[in-house]
C-alpha cells in the first residue's frame, strides 16, 4: 500500500509538470496555505512574549529550602555588625553610644512625664525613695537614647544627676587594640602598624603571593573554638598522595550546615528568638 501511494505522488508531480494548469492551481494552493500561515499580530506579539520561557536548554527550576525560608524576606540595606558579634560575651556593650547635644534637655522631658512636681532642679531628684518611678524612667531614657543602665550599675543611679552623667559617658564595642588598629587619627608612630585580623592561608587564595601553595603540606587548616570559626574560614588539608589529584580531592566546607558556618550565624545573629537543629538542619521558635 505505501509503494503505491508513493507511486501515486510521483505521477501526480511528472502530469503536474507536462500539464501547465495544474501547475497553477497547485501553485495557487501554496499561496493560500502560505496565507493562512500568516500570524496576525496579537498572535505574533503573544508569541513574542512566550519565547523567553520556552528556550531550549533550560532545565526545570529546581525547588530550594531558601525559596520558603522566613528567614531571608529581608532587606539588602541590612547587614550584621561583626563588631557587635565579636563584643558578645567578650566586652561590656555590644553596641556604640554616643551621647546627643541635647542630652539634658531629652533627660527632664523624661522626667516631667514621669514625676510629677518637678523641681527646677532635676539632678537632685531622689530615685532611692519609688523604685517603681525609678523603673519607669530607666526604661523611658533606655528606649528613647537606645542605651540601657546594666545591671551592675543600677545601685548606683541614686539620683537623676547620676544618670545624667552615666549617659554623658560615650561607649564602644571595640576592643583598644581594635581601636589601635583602626587609628584614623593617625595618632600612632608612623613606624608602627598594627594588623586587626590574623592572615590566614587558605588553598582558595590562588591570587595571593602564595599562589594556594602551603609550605607545610599535610597541616593546619583547622580553627580553633567556636567564635572564631564563625569568623575565620578553615580547610581540609590534603594528606596523601591521592588528595593532591583534582578528580578525588574533597572541597566540601567542613563547617557546612554547623552553628558557625558563616551562613547559619548570619541568619541567627538576625534572629535571637531562633534556635537551630542540628537534625533537621532547621530553625525552631525558642
Same mark, same amino acid.
Given at each position: 500500500?505505501?509503494?503505491?501511494?508513493?507511486?501515486?505522488?510521483?505521477?501526480?508531480?511528472?502530469?503536474?509538470?507536462?500539464?501547465?494548469?495544474?501547475?497553477?492551481?497547485?501553485?495557487?494552493?501554496?499561496?493560500?496555505?502560505?496565507?493562512?500561515?500568516?500570524?496576525?499580530?496579537?498572535?505574533? $506579539?503573544?508569541?513574542?512574549?512566550?519565547?523567553? $520561557?520556552l528556550? $531550549? #536548554?533550560? #532545565?526545570?527550576?529546581?525547588?530550594?529550602?531558601?525559596?520558603?525560608?522566613?528567614?531571608?524576606?529581608?532587606?539588602?540595606?541590612?547587614?550584621?555588625?561583626?563588631?557587635?558579634?565579636?563584643?558578645?560575651?567578650?566586652?561590656?556593650y555590644? !553596641?556604640?553610644?554616643?551621647?546627643?547635644?541635647?542630652?539634658?534637655?531629652?533627660v527632664?522631658?523624661?522626667?516631667?512625664?514621669?514625676?510629677?512636681?518637678?523641681? $527646677?532642679?532635676?539632678?537632685?531628684?531622689?530615685?532611692?525613695?519609688?523604685?517603681?518611678l525609678?523603673?519607669?524612667?530607666?526604661?523611658?531614657?533606655?528606649?528613647?537614647?537606645?542605651?540601657?543602665?546594666?545591671?551592675?550599675?543600677?545601685?548606683?543611679?541614686?539620683?537623676?544627676?547620676?544618670?545624667?552623667?552615666?549617659?554623658?559617658?560615650?561607649?564602644?564595642?571595640?576592643?583598644? !587594640?581594635?581601636?589601635?588598629?583602626?587609628?584614623?587619627?593617625?595618632?600612632?608612630?608612623?613606624?608602627?602598624?598594627?594588623?586587626?585580623?590574623?592572615?590566614r592561608?587558605?588553598?582558595?587564595?590562588? !591570587?595571593?603571593?602564595?599562589?594556594?601553595?602551603?609550605?607545610?603540606?599535610?597541616? #593546619?587548616?583547622?580553627?580553633?573554638?567556636?567564635?572564631?570559626?564563625?569568623?575565620?574560614?578553615?580547610?581540609?588539608?590534603?594528606?596523601?598522595?591521592?588528595?593532591?589529584?583534582?578528580?578525588?580531592?574533597?572541597?566540601?566546607?567542613?563547617?557546612?550546615?554547623?552553628?558557625?558556618?558563616?551562613?547559619?550565624?548570619?541568619?541567627?545573629?538576625? !534572629?535571637?528568638?531562633?534556635?537551630?537543629?542540628?537534625?533537621?538542619?532547621?530553625?525552631?521558635?525558642?
Amino acid at each position: 500500500m505505501n509503494c503505491s501511494r508513493i507511486c501515486r505522488i510521483r505521477w501526480r508531480n511528472i502530469l503536474s509538470q507536462l500539464r501547465p494548469e495544474q501547475k497553477l492551481s497547485n501553485e495557487k494552493e501554496k499561496v493560500e496555505m502560505d496565507e493562512r500561515m500568516v500570524l496576525s499580530d496579537e498572535a505574533e $506579539s503573544m508569541l513574542k512574549k512566550m519565547l523567553p $520561557s520556552l528556550k $531550549s #536548554g533550560d #532545565g526545570p527550576k529546581k525547588h530550594s529550602d531558601t525559596e520558603d525560608d522566613e528567614f531571608l524576606d529581608l532587606t539588602s540595606k541590612e547587614k550584621i555588625d561583626m563588631d557587635s558579634i565579636r563584643a558578645r560575651g567578650f566586652l561590656k556593650y555590644r !553596641y556604640n553610644y554616643k551621647p546627643p547635644s541635647d542630652l539634658e534637655d531629652q533627660v527632664k522631658e523624661a522626667v516631667n512625664a514621669v514625676f510629677e512636681n518637678v523641681n $527646677s532642679d532635676i539632678r537632685s531628684i531622689d530615685l532611692t525613695k519609688n523604685r517603681h518611678l525609678k523603673f519607669q524612667l530607666l526604661d523611658l531614657l533606655g528606649k528613647r537614647l537606645c542605651h540601657v543602665v546594666p545591671n551592675s550599675e543600677l545601685h548606683q543611679m541614686k539620683t537623676v544627676g547620676d544618670l545624667i552623667d552615666f549617659y554623658w559617658r560615650p561607649v564602644q564595642n571595640l576592643t583598644e !587594640y581594635a581601636q589601635m588598629a583602626r587609628d584614623n587619627k593617625q595618632t600612632l608612630p608612623k613606624n608602627l602598624h598594627i594588623m586587626e585580623h590574623p592572615f590566614r592561608f587558605h588553598p582558595e587564595d590562588i !591570587y595571593s603571593y602564595h599562589g594556594g601553595e602551603t609550605a607545610f603540606p599535610g597541616k #593546619g587548616g583547622e580553627v580553633i573554638s567556636l567564635r572564631n570559626k564563625r569568623l575565620y574560614r578553615q580547610f581540609k588539608p590534603k594528606e596523601d598522595w591521592f588528595d593532591f589529584e583534582e578528580d578525588s580531592f574533597d572541597y566540601t566546607r567542613q563547617d557546612e550546615k554547623m552553628p558557625w558556618d558563616p551562613e547559619i550565624a548570619e541568619r541567627m545573629d538576625r !534572629y535571637p528568638t531562633k534556635r537551630y537543629n542540628l537534625k533537621t538542619k532547621r530553625f525552631k521558635n525558642t
